[in-house]
DNA sequence: TTGAAAGCGCTAACAA
DNA sequence: TTGTTAGCGCTTTCAA
């Protein structure tokens, strides 16, 4: 069995060292000045015992654990991977933990326990990751007296917030599309969080400001076969001859059915990403698709809720610009239709 | 800013339901009798002042937190990621948080200044993702009094750990490859944690098992990009007409680079993976690959380590099979050379 | 600069 | 079943 050894105490460091408590508090915590003698024996004393402050004693103390929490409808896909990476990276160089639950769906009692779980731990704050139902949900069930941030593809209203423009990211990548000559663009949406996501309302934005007509979103689940069933869909339909994907797995999917249907990417349509995975560069064809740097964002929420721990007035967004990746996948219309 | 009204604390409770502390804590903890009437008066004070009981103040007294810390060197890739989920997963469902704290490198100043992170706060246990040189290094760095599990690819003396048998599955592979025709299987691995990882182990056994030459093993990064260098380099040499990767990552990458230099998969070569990673259903050609239950290996650590905490005599190995999947890109070899 | 005393919010031990 | 008393390990007054 493991070592039964207590760890040490801060009294017992105070023992060997012949200081009082306090006095070894005050080399723990830098807060008072020791006199030098004290402070070396305070600090062999804690070398010699390999002693670790207690965590729950000063959170208690102090009222202020160095957790973050993080809550997201999902913690392996891709944009949301590298979020909590970005919020992990920036935290551990501050010396924070990060915790991570998942809200499994939208439903009230899931909700709740998720954000429970959280609430009745010893957090500093909290980060959302609202890309989703789940994350929507999960940040309406926190009390408004403890730190909290949200990260998502769309500006609003509430808490804080480390936004991505993705409005501004899609309106761009349909411009780009229109201006190969293709008539429309028709869109492939994930599961949103709203009524609408940023992806598909800079769509929407930019077909109009065009004039073009706005084609039926086509709704995908996160799975990239939900894709695969899609491509093959629109494999039959010769009038779609350009398509924005929500997200690069789901336009692999899609590029993936329109092949097995016949069509040819880049040459008989096109097909555009977003997110520029890790896989994108090196899918046949490579994909073209929308930078976004997740892992700063991750980085911006984590700035956003230190700056609230610390009380300090905090600007409420803090927008990071995606960039265009042009690849393989898509091409110039055809010219023989 | 935030309301600033404090969060209510059991004596509040206590008074305006009109106990006794140790009533209120009572009915919190279940763990001693308490009449009807009081029980309800204290649920109700809960209820009206919304309280949350303090989980410094508790961790300090029960001298157990209900936090369990991960470490690992990786957390966005696909069988780190799935990893995670799975031990994120079963411990929400028996109320405990995770923490993920990632080690960059094996660096001793970096191992040190994680696996500090993680003792500095009030955690239960440790699960150390012990898939590569950094987990590897954190794992030796962590006091053996605290309750500590390890997850590999391996199996080894030490710490208790969930290992996932893939010696077993690369033989599994390798046989399949060399019953198709093939004179030998070539090797790309991934970043190794020790001298030899389990598929390498497995697929070096599997070739003498069966009297075959050994080729030299090809090292790989993670990054997909360097599957697609290899593949590059690999296509050729027309003595290479079987590849097993040591993740489909790299494979896909190996495919890629395959195809630009002229070769096809399966046709000229067979190119095999190991994970089942998401895409690999839908890359084209769709990749033959050997699914390892990553979610269920967490879901087993988190297993040990509440073991461990509990005080259990906890078994010390607890294997998962992987499973052979074919796909695509692997066929019987050419008639014609 | 230092130590004695108090107290953070809770649970455990002990009487009643 | 209930309340009183201690005490978890630390930081923070407050004197000296």
């Known amino acids: 069995m493991s070592s039964e050894r207590k760890p040490a105490v801060i009294s017992d460091v105070a023992r060997l060292a ?16 020791v006199s030098p ?13 390999q002693f670790r402050p207690n965590a729950a004693a000063r959170a208690l103390v102090s009222r202020q654990a160095r957790i973050i929490a993080i809550l997201a409808g999902n913690t392996s896909r891709y944009g949301y991977a590298e979020t909590i990476r970005g919020i992990e990276e920036s935290a551990r160089a501050d010396g924070y933990l990060v915790t991570i639950t998942v809200v499994e769906s939208a439903a009230d009692d899931v909700v709740d326990a998720a954000v429970s779980l959280v609430l009745d731990q ?6 959302v990751l609202k890309f989703d139902p789940p994350g929507a949900a999960a940040l309406h069930r926190i009390p408004t007296n403890v730190p909290t941030v949200s990260i998502a593809g769309i500006r609003e209203t509430g808490v804080p917030q480390a936004v991505l423009d993705e409005a501004a990211a899609a309106k761009q990548l349909v411009n780009y599309l229109l201006d190969l000559g293709h008539e429309t663009v028709h869109h492939v949406r994930v599961p949103l969080s709203r009524r609408e ?4 309302t800079g769509w929407r934005a930019a077909l109009r400001a065009r004039s073009v007509q706005v084609p039926e979103v086509i709704a995908a689940s996160w799975e990239p076969e939900s894709g695969h069933q899609i491509g093959l869909e629109l494999s039959e339909r010769d009038d779609v001859t350009a398509i924005f994907c929500g997200n690069d797995e789901i336009a692999m999917g899609v590029i993936r059915g329109l092949s097995e249907g016949g069509k040819s990417v880049p040459d008989d349509v096109s097909v ?15 994909l073209t698709t929308v930078r976004q ?25 803090s927008s990071e610009r995606p960039e ?9 219309v055809r010219a023989s239709r």
């Open 18 to 33: 012949g200081v009082s408590v306090p006095t070894v508090s005050r080399v723990l915590t830098g807060a008072a000045r």
């Open 37 to 49: 003698d004290k402070r070396k024996r305070v600090e062999d004393a804690i070398a010699a015992l």
């Open 122 to 127: 010893a957090i500093a704050g909290i980060v």
């Open 197 to 200: 996501d940023g992806r598909t």
């Open 272 to 286: 555009a990403g977003f997110d520029d995975h890790p896989l994108a560069a090196i899918w046949s064809p490579a």
């Open 293 to 317: 740097d997740f892992a700063g964002l991750g980085a911006r929420a984590y700035g956003l809720v230190t700056g609230l721990i610390a009380n300090e007035k905090v600007r409420k967004f």
């Open 324 to 332: 265009l990746i042009v690849r393989e996948s898509t091409a110039r």
